[in-house]
């Protein structure tokens, strides 16, 4: 393929797949890196390989990744010591001013340790502010879900379904309870409800069991140890439920239940 | 109640958010990571299964993109599509064992994505239609195509892995990838 273009248009979706074994790949590269037609190509297959991503069971990150992500930025931008490391000592001059920077030695100090202090309390101000930034737009994202909670409950074709736990679930994850509200026409989902921690190697799996057709996942979740877990999706509109479940499934998720059921609320 | 700031922050074109953070504005990242974080850590997930690993690789991501953001030139390859690409090569790298692929930078990986995902009613519907597109494929062209995306699986790795021969194999990723383009890109 070396000089020549790939000869199906398949060959750049497959290679941004990472598809293609060695030869095949370094000969497509190589050609790719030199023709301006087939890098734009490229570029449109990598769009189309990247929305696969869309498949992934959705997995929110613990509001911790923000918070540490955002310490470090304002770390990064204020660098430690900040305008303290640009701040030189005047040169001495020796013998006439050698009496005059003695005097004054006391003052410098001083005057330093007063610097590096307020220097602190401004770091310490800073991670406040970032704390209550982050704070704020927490509370702003839970106010906006509640709203639209309240909206779906209020929706006169929303179904309310509590699941139960069920005899069969494995030994201390026997116990739990939750409640999902559905509203079809919309392909909204809320999930309230309290499950024992899984396992470290395992996680819950939230489905909607439709009338035809395979489970959809709704979500993956970890509670901590005595907390209610709230979910809110947004599913496929317009699909007709038979039953909601949630199982226990390897960390992360799966693409189709393959674990226990350990709760369940059919639709009566 | 949603501030004005807030609602302007969720309106913003991710053009306007990238030339903020190029002027050090710290909440334009922060905007960007409410918007895209959630995509990105089911991916990540998804292929690591490992919560703390996905985290990290999540955070440095952003880090990244504060520290050059500059070198994004919108003009030429869409953000969401670039966070796709780089968390995707970083999952499998850490997967495999391997130093993470060249071509991370964001200047040097060019991504065009057809939809806009600016957006949460757009990335939730892409969502849909994507979900929709592979229930739609063959068993076993599903199952190629996951091995491939979620696992970093080349044509042979995943003959071996299946059993299948590897003729069998390039036919049906090559299907897979037809069928999809025409359904999620008509």
Redesign the interface.
């Known amino acids: 393929m070396s000089g020549e273009h790939p000869t199906?248009p398949?060959d750049f979706?497959?290679y941004a797949?990472?598809?293609?074994?060695?030869a095949e790949r370094k000969a497509f590269e190589s050609h790719v890196a030199s023709c301006a037609d087939c890098?734009e190509k490229l570029?449109?297959a990598?769009?189309?390989?990247?929305?696969?991503?869309?498949?992934?069971?959705?997995?929110?990150?613990?509001p911790?990744?923000?918070e540490?992500?955002?310490r470090?930025?304002?770390a990064?931008?204020e660098g430690p010591g900040g305008s303290l490391a640009r701040v030189k000592p005047e040169p001495s001059d020796g013998g006439v001013f050698a009496r005059w920077w003695a005097a004054l030695l006391p003052v410098a100090t001083a005057f330093a340790l007063a610097t590096v202090l307020l220097w602190l309390h401004n770091e310490q101000l800073n991670r406040q502010l970032?704390d209550l930034?982050?704070t704020i737009?927490q509370q702003?994202?839970e106010?906006?879900e509640t709203r639209h909670q309240a909206d779906l409950i209020a929706a006169r074709e929303t179904l309310v379904v509590p699941l139960w736990s069920q005899k069969g679930a494995p030994e201390g994850h026997g116990e739990g309870h939750a409640r999902v509200l559905y509203n079809a026409k919309e392909?909204m989902m809320t999930y309230d409800g309290w499950l024992p921690s899984a396992p470290a190697d395992k996680s819950y799996q939230l489905w909607l069991v439709p009338m035809n057709?395979?489970p959809?996942s709704a979500g993956?979740f970890?509670p901590k140890n005595g907390e209610m877990s709230h979910m809110m999706m947004?599913?496929?509109?317009g699909v007709t439920a038979k039953e909601f479940a949630v199982s226990l499934e390897?960390?992360?998720?799966m693409?189709h239940p393959t674990g226990p059921m350990v709760l369940v609320g059919p639709i009566s | 109640m949603v501030t004005a700031e807030k609602r302007a922050e969720l309106k913003a074109t991710d053009a306007s958010l990238i030339d903020r953070i190029v002027q050090r504005d710290e909440s334009a990242l922060a905007a960007l990571y409410d918007r895209y974080s959630g995509m990105l850590s089911s991916v990540l997930n998804r292929i690591l299964r490992d919560t703390q690993a996905a985290e990290e690789i999540l955070q440095d991501i952003f880090y990244q993109l504060w520290r050059n953001a500059a070198q994004f030139d919108a003009s030429r390859g869409s953000l969401s599509g670039w966070l796709l690409v780089i968390a995707r090569n970083r999952a499998i790298s850490r997967l495999r064992r391997h130093n993470p692929a060249s071509g991370d930078e964001l200047s040097e990986n060019t991504v065009v994505i057809a939809s806009n995902l600016e957006s949460s009613i757009a990335r939730q519907e892409l969502m849909s239609k994507v979900k929709g597109a592979l229930d739609n494929l063959p068993k076993e062209q599903r199952a190629a195509i996951e091995l491939a995306y979620f696992e970093g699986l080349t044509h042979s790795e995943i003959a071996q892995r299946t059993g299948d021969p590897l003729g069998t194999v390039k036919t049906r990723l090559r299907s897979a990838v037809e069928t999809l383009k025409r359904d999620l890109h008509p």
């Open positions: 199906r398949e979706d497959l797949l990472g598809a293609l074994d060695d890098a570029a449109a990598r769009g189309r390989i990247a929305i696969l991503a869309f498949a992934a069971p959705p997995v929110a990150p613990s911790g990744v923000k540490t992500l955002m470090q930025v304002i990064s931008a970032a930034r982050n737009q702003q994202q106010l906006a392909g057709g395979a959809i993956v970890n947004k599913l496929p509109a390897p960390a992360g998720g693409p």
